[in-house]
Structure formats: structure tokens, C-alpha cells
């Protein structure tokens, strides 16, 4: 019975993507918090007009739930693919399950789940997020080399509950773990938008006058941050050093100027990856079960060479 209608629906979708030779793809994004989800939406968008494959876009404006919804309908659309980047990394099965039963082939792109039941989704399309944080860990590790009194750190992360907020801090900590003078004096979300950001470290600054580093697990944090650092008359970048994770062109355009002192990349530009996932995906082909993103890491030179290339 169950595998009877399980066939049938297989075979409809399957019949639906053949009929007009189309691939349909349902992508639930996360929202539009910052300039890498720009990017990385108008990647997805003009990658998926290249290849021909027929976007049904949905925003979930950083809530789950909307997210749940969005894939809920991909699957009574019977959609051929459905590709999401998870707001948050738990909660996950039941709605996958159901994209699973229907025999609509998922892929998670940007974020990662933490559901150990890995046949809910065919392949994990995104940054290495630890590494990027233990990045930023070793940049400040050398940077304080040699120095001996304590390195008070604040922290801003991103979104709570989201895969680059716990792996960047986690890579982060590591990292600086190996030398107690390194301090986290502070932490808290500032849900990677800059006006969270200015005011969670106008907060910071007002409880704590011995800050010597910020590190913002995204540019635009890190940005808002600035404006409240130079409205506390103090200067981003000497007074206070700044890292942070992203690389989009403001972010650049602050390294450059020596507002930050050093940045570490995350592409937002997996749209060509995804729709080549997707095609292969719908085809019945067997992909990798994890596409790493290669990145770098930029200093206030590097920037100021880079910047006139940058796409994003
Ligand atoms: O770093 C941040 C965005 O998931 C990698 O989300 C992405 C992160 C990115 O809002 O700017």
C-alpha cells in the first residue's frame, strides 16, 4: 500500500519534469539579512535562468516556520528538486520526510542540518564554517604573538541556532583556546544584520571599557559595530581590532579603508554549483554527498588589490 503510493508519486514528478522537459526547482531561502544573502540570492537566481531551470523562490525572512510552509508546498507543487538554506540547524525531519515519501530529491545548500538521518537529503552544498573560524583564530593568534597581557574579545554572532553562528564560533574558540590570554569577555547574537550589530556593540562598549578585539561572524555585523565604535569616539581597526567572516564588497571597501584588520571568505556564489547539483540530482545520478567551497582570507592589502575584481 505505502509503496504503492510512494511509486505513484515518484513516478508523477518524475512524469512532470519529462512532459515539458523542464526542471522545476522550489528553493526556500533564508532571508535578506545581509549583503552575502544578496548575493547569494542573485546567484541562485541568475544560475538557475542559465541553466534553464524554473525557479519557484521563496523567502522565509529568517523564521523556520516559514521555511517548513515553503517546502510543504515545493511538495504538493511536486516540484522536481527542492534546495533550502536552513535558518537554523534543528527541526528538520518531519518536513523532510515528507519531501522524502514524495520522491522529491532534496539538497541543502549554504547551511547544514544536524539530523544524523542523512538519506533526507542528497547532498550538502556550502562553506566549511569551522574552518572559517578557526581562521580567524589563527590570524589573531599571530597578530598578538609575542604580546603577554590579556587580549579582551568580544564576539557577535550570527543568527542563534544557525549553523555559521555555532561553527565559527566554535572554530574560533579552538583556536585561541591554546593561549589564556586570550579572553572572550562577551558574546551574544546580533543576528547578522548591521543594525543588531551597531546595537548589541553599543551595548558592549557601554559595559566594558577594555575591549581590544571584535570578532563578527559576518561583514555587515561588523560594519554596524563600526558606526557604534566611532560614535563612542574610539577608532575601528586601531582602537579596537576588527575580524570578520564574508568578504562582500563593503566589508572590502572597510578593510581597504583599515577599519578591519582582516576577513575571512565565504562565497555566496553556489548558484552554478546548485543547478549542476539539481540537473545531475533529477537525472538519478549519484552526486557527493558534501561540496565543499573554496575560500580565502583577506588583509587590509590583499583588499585593496582585490576590490576592484570583487563581484559581490
Ligand atoms: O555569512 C551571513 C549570512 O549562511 C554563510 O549568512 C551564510 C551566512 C553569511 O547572513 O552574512
Redesign the pocket.
Known amino acids: 500500500m505505502v509503496a504503492a503510493t510512494l511509486s505513484a508519486c515518484g513516478g508523477e514528478s518524475g512524469n512532470g519534469a519529462a512532459d515539458d522537459g523542464k526542471i522545476t526547482m522550489g528553493f526556500s531561502q533564508?532571508g535578506a539579512?545581509?549583503?552575502?544573502?544578496t548575493a547569494n540570492t542573485d546567484s541562485v537566481r541568475k544560475a538557475a535562468e542559465e541553466a534553464g531551470i524554473e525557479l519557484k523562490f521563496s523567502d522565509a525572512q529568517q523564521k523556520q516556520e516559514n521555511q517548513i510552509k515553503a517546502i510543504r508546498s515545493f511538495v504538493q507543487q511536486k516540484v522536481d528538486v527542492i534546495a533550502f538554506?536552513p535558518v537554523v540547524e534543528s527541526g528538520w525531519d518531519t518536513v523532510l520526510k515528507e519531501a522524502k515519501d514524495a520522491g522529491i530529491p532534496v539538497i541543502l545548500t549554504?547551511?547544514a542540518i544536524d539530523s544524523p538521518d542523512t538519506s533526507l537529503y542528497k547532498t550538502f552544498l556550502g562553506?566549511d564554517f569551522v574552518e572559517e573560524g578557526k581562521k580567524a583564530g589563527q590570524w589573531l593568534v599571530e597578530a598578538y604573538q609575542g604580546k603577554s597581557e590579556q587580549v579582551n574579545i568580544v564576539e557577535l554572532q550570527?543568527n542563534t541556532g544557525?549553523a555559521?553562528a555555532n561553527d565559527r564560533r566554535d572554530g574560533f574558540a579552538e583556536v585561541i583556546k591554546a593561549d589564556p590570554k586570550f579572553k572572550v569577555i562577551a558574546s551574544q547574537t546580533g543576528e547578522?544584520t548591521r543594525a543588531k550589530g551597531k546595537e548589541v556593540m553599543d551595548a558592549f562598549l557601554k559595559a566594558h571599557t577594555d575591549i581590544d578585539v571584535l570578532y563578527a561572524?559576518?561583514?555587515?555585523m561588523g560594519l554596524g559595530a563600526i558606526e557604534a565604535i566611532e560614535a563612542a569616539g574610539k577608532k575601528p581597526g586601531v582602537d579596537i581590532t576588527i575580524i570578520t567572516?564574508?568578504a562582500v564588497r563593503d566589508g572590502m571597501q572597510a578593510l581597504a579603508d583599515g577599519k578591519i584588520n582582516f576577513i575571512v571568505e565565504?562565497s555566496p556564489l553556489l548558484g552554478p554549483q546548485l543547478m549542476d547539483l539539481a540537473k545531475k540530482v533529477v537525472a538519478g545520478e549519484t552526486v557527493p554527498a558534501r561540496v565543499v567551497t573554496e575560500e580565502t582570507t583577506f588583509t587590509q592589502e590583499q583588499a585593496k588589490a582585490a576590490l576592484p575584481q570583487r563581484q559581490y
Not at 33 to 37: F, L, V
Not at 217 to 220: G, I, P, Q, R, S
Open positions: 533564508v539579512e545581509s549583503g552575502w544573502r538554506s549554504d547551511r562553506s550570527g544557525s555559521p547578522f561572524h559576518n561583514d555587515d567572516v564574508d565565504c
